[in-house]
């Protein structure tokens, strides 16, 4: 028995005439008599009693039709289903993001979003340092990573930069520095010189950590390298602490503002902070038609909004 032989016995059942029911299904009706015949003898019984003005179900034939109409609904609604879910539109999505990425509005704004936009996607969310999301997406356990500049760049993957921010200076509350510049002033370059830096990597990662220390080797400004920590939060607990002073994404300001001071650095040299995306250049249409098509929407905004 085929999903067709219940359409054409519910569509018969309905019209209570096979002409009636044939046109309809865009049948002739003596094919479409056979297969009701054919699926009578299947079952055993006759599903109809025929009549010269055409048809009224049986007893059995008014159980078959209420059986028949569960059966197509339930197709019916895998077939949505399974439509939805090769759309991106239905599943579970695991997502993560590091702690500075997770700072900035546009990260929490886009997983609002989306529960939003597709509440039948369940979000599977993970926080990690860039490192750890790169492998983790690589390795398929995360669809997408949202972090800053990748430490490392394996191939099968795609990192995609949506957006940007200026770097500031983070240093403790009491720090010379802090009283020597004000909120709006800009702390220059060679004012780093000698000072010790606590920085968020792996030791002798690139990624942005390893862009500051590049731009000031080119500077001709020394500094000490206090600490190399696995999280911005980590390393932002460490400044409050006094035990040196860091760079972090203008987003970041809002952390331990008790006992961090935030001073802005130069724009020539300028140091930027992208929040880059990641994810598996075979991700599947989950990933690929949903989420992604929302990220970069939300992106594309935040950015013809400006700063």
């Known amino acids: 028995m085929e999903l067709r032989h219940l359409r054409y ?40 009693t025929r009549h010269p003005r055409g048809v009224t179900p049986t007893a059995l ?23 939805r879910l ?15 990425a997770a700072a900035h509005a546009f990260t929490p704004r886009v997983l609002r979003a989306c529960r939003r936009e597709h509440p039948e996607i ?13 492998e983790a997406v690589d390795a398929g356990r995360l669809h997408f990573a949202f972090l800053r500049l990748p430490v490392a760049r394996p191939a099968g993957l795609t990192f995609e930069t949506l957006l940007s921010e200026p770097m500031v200076l983070a240093l403790p509350i009491d720090h010379a520095l802090a009283s020597r510049y004000g909120v709006d002033e800009v702390v ?5 010189q000698g000072q010790p830096l606590i920085l968020v990597r792996r030791p002798g990662a690139l990624g942005l950590y390893g ?38 994404p203008a987003s970041m300001q809002s952390a331990q503002a008790h006992s961090v001071a935030y001073r802005r650095l130069p ?36 950015r013809a909004a400006g700063p």
């Open 9 to 48: 016995f519910v569509a018969v059942a309905e019209a209570g005439h096979m002409t009636r029911a044939a046109e309809r299904l865009g049948l002739q009706q003596p094919p479409l008599s056979r297969q009701i015949r054919q699926l009578e003898q299947r079952l055993g019984a006759p599903l109809f």
């Open 61 to 83: 034939g008014r159980q078959f039709l209420e059986e028949a109409r569960h059966v197509l609904d339930a197709a019916a609604a895998m077939e949505q289903r399974m439509t």
């Open 86 to 100: 090769a759309a991106g539109l239905r599943g579970l999505l695991a997502v993560g993001f590091t702690s500075s």
């Open 122 to 134: 369940e979000l599977a969310i993970a926080q990690h340092n860039a490192a750890e999301l790169i």
């Open 188 to 192: 220059p370059w060679p004012a780093l």
């Open 211 to 248: 862009e500051l220390l590049g731009l000031l080797e080119r500077l001709g400004v020394a500094v000490q390298v206090q600490a190399e920590v696995d999280r911005m939060m980590t390393n932002l607990n460490l400044v409050a602490a006094g035990a040196g002073l860091s760079v972090v």
């Open 267 to 302: 724009s020539t040299p300028a140091l930027q902070a992208p929040i880059t995306l990641v994810f598996r250049d075979d991700a599947q249409p989950l990933a690929k038609a949903g989420f992604l098509d929302l990220v970069r929407r939300s992106a594309a905004a935040a």
